[in-house]
C-alpha cells in the first residue's frame, strides 16, 4: 500500500509540471503571427510612422517606457500615436529587434524582445502584452526599459 501511494505521487509530481508547462507554451503559427508585428512595429519605428504604430495597439492600449526622456507612459492609442509623433520629431533613428521569448498567458500572449538602438548606441527590451482581436494580434500592454 505504502509503495503504491509512493508511486502515486512521484506520478502526480512529475506530472502535473509538465502540464502546468504545457499550458505556458505558444503554438508556433501564433509565434510567427507575434513576430509579425513585431516586424511592422520595427518597420513603422523605422518609417517613423507614429500612426502604424498605433494602429498595432487595442483602443485602450497602455505603454510605458522606464526612462521619462524616451516619453513616460501613455494610455489609450490616440495618446501611444501622440508619444510616438513627438518622440519621431526630437529623436528621429532607428531601431531593430530581435524576439527572445513568448509566453502564453491564459488566451493572451507575452512577447519579450531586445532591441537595439541606431541612433543612439544602446540595448534594451521590450515586454509587450499581445491580445487576439478579430482581425489580427494587438498589442495591449507595453513596458520598455
Not at 502540464?19 to 509579425?36: G, M, Y
Not at 524616451?70 to 490616440?78: F, I, L, P, Q, T
Not at 538602438?117 to 482581425?135: L, M, N, Q, T, W
Request: with cysteine.
Amino acid at each position: 500500500m505504502r509503495l503504491l501511494l509512493a508511486l502515486t505521487g512521484f506520478a502526480v509530481g512529475f506530472v502535473v509540471p509538465a502540464l502546468a508547462q504545457e499550458q505556458k507554451t505558444v503554438d508556433p503559427e501564433v509565434r510567427q503571427q507575434i513576430e509579425a508585428v513585431l516586424t511592422k512595429y520595427e518597420d513603422a519605428f523605422n518609417k517613423h510612422d507614429a500612426a502604424a504604430i498605433a494602429a498595432l495597439y487595442t483602443a485602450d492600449a497602455d505603454e510605458v517606457f522606464e526612462k521619462e526622456e524616451a516619453g513616460g507612459s501613455a494610455s489609450g492609442r490616440e495618446a501611444i500615436e501622440q508619444r510616438y509623433a513627438a518622440h519621431f520629431a526630437s529623436s528621429p533613428g532607428e531601431l531593430s529587434f530581435k524576439l527572445v521569448q513568448v509566453y502564453a498567458i491564459g488566451d493572451d500572449v507575452c512577447a519579450v524582445s531586445e532591441f537595439s538602438r541606431h541612433f543612439r548606441s544602446g540595448k534594451g527590451h521590450h515586454a509587450k502584452i499581445f491580445v487576439r482581436e478579430p482581425d489580427a494580434w494587438k498589442i495591449r500592454m507595453a513596458y520598455t526599459n
